[in-house]
């Protein structure tokens, strides 16, 4: 079955060797790739996946339009990028009609890096964007390995997010809030959104995880491995191995994400 990852991660390749050193240094994690394009390529084949969706995000205002234009000149196969925001934009709306209009299918937003709550109202503008554009929002959620309690993003936050916007397509990396599973559980699970499965193989055991998964419906949940963070070949193989049907992971691995990709 064809394979997608819809979290994962390079950078230009000027720049690709010190962003990996800080990044490695902010978090305290290793690598599996050098950072750039090509070394994303190499391991999706190792790892037999098909398909990638970069996400970057931008730290200041000032970078949202050039990455936009980073990302549209090199949205193409088998490495596709969506756009970026940042919260302190001055003109959303513009932004994000640029996004849809050059081919970029969703944006990522930070609530670590880029200083925000999901619950802030001045960002009401964002989100009714990406409804009237038809454009899809990947959340990092809950916490980081880089940042120290408390966390901007939780479970509660998403879950009112989604009650005010329930026409905004949401997904959640790391399912829903990294290690905040019994909150997941509690305030996403069974809700009309997108999870997204890296950070979480090994940080909740198999058989709950299998369980969140056909309780929340595996309609709605995404693979992804936030590569370079993580390995790809071993996640790919630690999602074939879950107690799950088939067609279960045919979902997951990739009906799910060609979905989003080409609505
Ligand atoms: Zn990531």
Excluded at 216 to 229: E, Y
Aim: aromatic fraction near 10%.
């Amino acid at each position: 079955m064809p394979i997608i990852d819809f979290h994962t991660h390079y950078f230009p390749d000027k720049i690709a060797r010190d962003a990996i050193i800080s990044l490695e240094q902010k978090g305290a994690i290793k690598a599996f790739t050098d950072g750039t394009r090509s070394g994303l390529e190499k391991s999706m084949s190792a790892a037999g996946i098909d398909i990638a969706v970069n996400l970057p995000v931008a730290t200041s205002p000032e970078q949202v339009d050039s990455i936009n234009r980073w990302a549209v000149k090199n949205n193409s196969a088998p490495v596709f990028s969506i756009g970026s925001i940042h919260p302190l934009s001055k003109h959303p709306e513009t932004i994000i009609s640029f996004v849809g209009k050059n081919g970029l299918r969703g944006i990522k937003m930070h609530p670590e890096y880029q200083e925000f709550s999901p619950d802030d109202r001045s960002l009401d503008p964002i989100w009714e964007a990406c409804i009237r554009y038809s454009i899809f929002i990947i959340f990092h959620a809950g916490a980081d390995v880089a940042f120290k309690m408390p966390f901007r993003s939780n479970p509660a936050k998403f879950a009112e997010l989604h009650r005010r916007f329930p026409e905004l397509k949401m997904i959640l990396a790391h399912f829903g809030s990294w290690t905040q599973w019994d909150e997941v559980e509690k305030d996403l699970i069974g809700l009309d959104i997108f999870l997204e499965t890296s950070f979480t193989l090994g940080f909740m055991e198999d058989a709950k995880f299998a369980e969140l998964i056909r309780r929340h419906g595996a309609d709605k949940v995404l693979f992804g491995t936030d590569s370079p963070w993580r390995n790809q070949k071993k996640e790919v193989e630690s999602i074939r191995n879950l107690p799950l049907e088939d067609f279960q992971k045919e979902l997951i691995f990739h009906i799910n994400a060609e979905k989003l990709l080409n609505s």
